[in-house]
């Protein structure tokens, strides 16, 4: 009699703290959600002061070819130059990643022409991958993997 | 061109494949001469890198030749013996300039992967996965070396193969070790892990002055030969308490810069060894850091502790607690070679630094899958195979 009290006793209190942790999980607090997301500069540090960036304010040719607005400063601490760009058409940011994932986000463009130019006025160019010359065989983790390839080279902290 | 190619987790060929080509104009195409295994090349046939795809040629430590160059090659030309770093860096971006140059900002081009993994991209590597370029290996008859001037030095005469290869990438890793993680005269320098990058970390500790270096690993005769060819202490971790060795030849303190080589797939012993192995199979730790948690806690207060060993992801029991109240320095990297080579190349030219003992199996490119087999399973005393595609 005494087990079975028990028993029932530690059931209770287990079914207490199964309520206690659904309630609790109904107040856990989620991630704010950026709201100025769609509108949020992207940026990059180039090695080069700003006259070299932009000598008689010309952008670097990567950044003509996007429909883009488009500041910059010096950087501090003598690296080089801060150039930033931002698309001028913004997206919601629920449209935004269904844009992405079909590569067509305005954002991921401007990233990519962000990187090609501090690419080519620090190097002079845009190294290419050796996956152009591929040694590969197709499997099914590596379409799964060509998936997020597909997207590597336009993302990246920017 | 024959490579040797990765194909799945554990398993490798040698293959046929399109021979590389110049596609940028500060490349140059390297006929590989010589071209070693390395203990992070084991990560990769593991399956514990993500981002590698069937038939991507490995390697990443190697010498060659330069063949052909493209038009704005300025530094090297076809007929150069030259070393080249396993890390591939631009040269010009901030992080190269101050030295970083794993951290390069402009030579990998699949920068999406690493960041989203760890907040920030990294520098390109040879045959290391799409995360870090996607570019191909070494174990190769012929290999595409982008950035050829900040990438590849010129071999002194009377240099050898064997002493050369090395200089790519385990001498200027055990160097950084030593270097950034503060070795200075008098120290005590503990070093976990007897392949090739801890000899080489050990080994630069005493040329940095240190008084007393202690190697650590479980392997005899890893072990015998680091004490022959490096002439430092060491310890068998499976015999003996490492921290209580290390307390007892310290008088008390703990070792002043404690230094890993071992990486995420560390093996232990007791309890922990069985905790790490079912968390890493099930997927609830991505990497084994069994090693750095024990410099952590063998390291003096206030010392310094530097991870060399190659780590991917997220580890478990991390003693935080210990690192904070111990007033330690953590610091950890890839290797950033080019700031190294040119002089190491002078200190093995004099004879100073002497890696080729480190070679212990010679072999052509056809038995690339038998010398990762030696090489992964210590068959046979193997410390490093090296493949010569063209003997």
Same mark, same amino acid.
């Given at each position: 009699?005494?087990? $079975?009290?028990?028993?029932?006793?530690? $059931?209770?209190?287990?079914?207490?703290?199964?309520?206690?942790?659904?309630?609790?999980?109904?107040?856990?607090?989620?991630?704010?959600?950026?709201?100025?997301?769609?509108?949020?500069?992207?940026?990059?540090?180039?090695?080069?002061?700003?006259?070299?960036?932009?000598?008689?304010?010309?952008?670097?040719?990567?950044?003509?070819?996007?429909?883009?607005?488009?500041?910059?400063?010096?950087?501090?601490?003598?690296?080089?130059?801060?150039?930033?760009?931002?698309?001028?058409?913004?997206?919601?940011?629920?449209?935004?990643?269904?844009?992405?994932?079909?590569?067509?986000?305005?954002?991921?463009?401007?990233?990519?022409?962000?990187?090609?130019?501090?690419?080519?006025?620090?190097?002079?160019?845009?190294?290419?991958?050796?996956?152009?010359?591929?040694?590969?065989?197709?499997?099914?983790?590596?379409?799964?993997?060509?998936?997020?390839?597909?997207?590597?080279?336009?993302?990246?902290? $920017? | 061109?024959?490579?040797?190619?990765?194909?799945?987790?554990?398993?490798?060929?040698?293959?046929?494949?399109?021979?590389?080509?110049?596609?940028?104009?500060?490349?140059?195409?390297?006929?590989?001469?010589?071209?070693?295994?390395?203990?992070?090349?084991?990560?990769?046939?593991?399956?514990?890198?993500?981002?590698?795809?069937?038939?991507?040629?490995?390697?990443?430590?190697?010498?060659?030749?330069?063949?052909?160059?493209?038009?704005?090659?300025?530094?090297?030309?076809?007929?150069?013996?030259?070393?080249?770093?396993?890390?591939?860096?631009?040269?010009?971006?901030?992080?190269?300039?101050?030295?970083?140059?794993?951290?390069?900002?402009?030579?990998?081009?699949?920068?999406?992967?690493?960041?989203?993994?760890?907040?920030?991209?990294?520098?390109?590597?040879?045959?290391?996965?799409?995360?870090?370029?996607?570019?191909?290996?070494?174990?190769?008859?012929?290999?595409?070396?982008?950035?050829?001037?900040?990438?590849?030095?010129?071999?002194?005469?009377?240099?050898?193969?064997?002493?050369?290869?090395? @200089?790519?990438?385990?001498?200027?890793?055990?160097?950084?070790?030593?270097?950034?993680?503060?070795?200075?005269?008098?120290?005590?320098?503990?070093?976990?892990?007897?392949?090739?990058?801890?000899?080489?970390?050990?080994?630069?500790?005493?040329?940095?002055?240190?008084?007393?270096?202690?190697?650590?690993?479980?392997?005899?005769?890893?072990?015998?030969?680091?004490?022959?060819?490096?002439?430092?202490?060491?310890?068998?971790?499976?015999?003996?308490?490492?921290?209580?060795?290390?307390?007892?030849?310290?008088?008390?303190?703990?070792?002043?810069?404690?230094?890993?080589?071992?990486?995420?797939?560390?093996?232990?012993?007791?309890?922990?060894?069985?905790?790490?192995?079912?968390?890493?199979?099930?997927?609830?730790?991505?990497?084994?850091?069994?090693?750095?948690?024990? @410099?952590?806690?063998?390291?003096?207060?206030?010392?310094?502790?530097?991870?060399?060993?190659?780590?991917?992801?997220?580890?478990?029991?991390?003693?935080?607690?210990?690192?904070?109240?111990?007033?330690?320095?953590?610091?950890?990297?890839?290797?950033?070679?080019?700031?190294?080579?040119?002089?190491?190349?002078?200190?093995?030219?004099?004879?100073?630094?002497?890696?080729?003992?480190?070679?212990?199996?010679?072999?052509?490119?056809?038995?690339?899958?038998?010398?990762?087999?030696?090489?992964?399973?210590?068959?046979?005393?193997?410390?490093?195979?090296?493949?010569?595609?063209?003997?």
């Amino acid at each position: 009699m005494k087990r $079975l009290i028990a028993g029932a006793a530690a $059931l209770a209190a287990a079914g207490l703290g199964v309520a206690r942790w659904a309630a609790a999980r109904g107040r856990t607090p989620v991630p704010a959600k950026d709201p100025l997301a769609a509108g949020r500069w992207l940026g990059v540090t180039i090695n080069r002061p700003p006259e070299e960036v932009a000598p008689g304010e010309r952008l670097p040719e990567p950044l003509t070819r996007v429909d883009a607005e488009v500041r910059m400063n010096p950087a501090p601490g003598g690296r080089g130059t801060e150039l930033y760009a931002r698309p001028l058409e913004r997206t919601a940011r629920s449209e935004g990643a269904l844009t992405r994932l079909r590569g067509e986000d305005s954002r991921t463009a401007v990233r990519t022409a962000l990187r090609e130019a501090k690419s080519l006025l620090e190097t002079g160019d845009v190294l290419r991958s050796d996956e152009e010359v591929a040694t590969t065989r197709p499997t099914l983790p590596g379409k799964v993997l060509d998936l997020a390839l597909g997207r590597a080279s336009e993302g990246g902290r $920017l | 061109m024959k490579a040797v190619c990765w194909q799945g987790v554990n398993e490798l060929s040698v293959e046929r494949v399109p021979d590389p080509a110049i596609l940028n104009a500060q490349d140059a195409i390297v006929k590989v001469t010589a071209s070693t295994t390395c203990g992070s090349d084991l990560h990769l046939l593991g399956g514990h890198i993500p981002a590698m795809r069937a038939g991507d040629v490995i390697g990443h430590e190697f010498l060659g030749e330069i063949v052909e160059t493209g038009p704005e090659v300025t530094r090297h030309r076809p007929g150069d013996r030259v070393v080249v770093c396993s890390i591939i860096g631009c040269g010009r971006c901030w992080s190269c300039r101050h030295g970083d140059w794993s951290l390069c900002e402009n030579s990998n081009p699949n920068p999406g992967i690493t960041d989203l993994m760890w907040g920030g991209s990294t520098a390109g590597i040879f045959g290391y996965s799409h995360a870090m370029g996607g570019f191909r290996g070494s174990h190769a008859e012929y290999v595409r070396v982008p950035f050829v001037d900040h990438n590849a030095f010129a071999v002194p005469e009377g240099v050898s193969d064997m002493d050369a290869v090395f @200089a790519s990438d385990a001498v200027p890793t055990g160097w950084m070790g030593a270097d950034l993680g503060g070795v200075r005269p008098g120290d005590v320098v503990a070093v976990w892990g007897c392949g090739g990058v801890g000899q080489m970390a050990a080994k630069a500790a005493m040329l940095l002055g240190a008084e007393r270096v202690v190697a650590i690993d479980r392997y005899p005769e890893r072990l015998a030969m680091t004490s022959r060819h490096v002439g430092c202490e060491v310890v068998d971790y499976t015999t003996t308490d490492v921290v209580s060795e290390l307390r007892e030849r310290t008088g008390g303190r703990g070792p002043d810069v404690c230094i890993e080589a071992v990486g995420m797939e560390a093996d232990s012993t007791g309890l922990q060894r069985v905790y790490d192995g079912v968390k890493q199979r099930l997927r609830l730790e991505q990497d084994r850091p069994a090693a750095v948690r024990e @410099a952590i806690h063998a390291c003096r207060t206030g010392g310094s502790v530097f991870v060399l060993g190659v780590f991917a992801g997220f580890v478990d029991k991390f003693p935080l607690g210990a690192l904070m109240n111990k007033g330690l320095t953590l610091r950890g990297a890839q290797q950033h070679g080019q700031r190294y080579i040119p002089k190491l190349l002078e200190l093995i030219g004099r004879g100073e630094l002497r890696p080729s003992h480190l070679a212990t199996h010679t072999m052509t490119l056809d038995e690339g899958p038998r010398g990762y087999d030696l090489f992964r399973n210590k068959k046979d005393g193997c410390v490093r195979a090296v493949f010569r595609p063209w003997i």
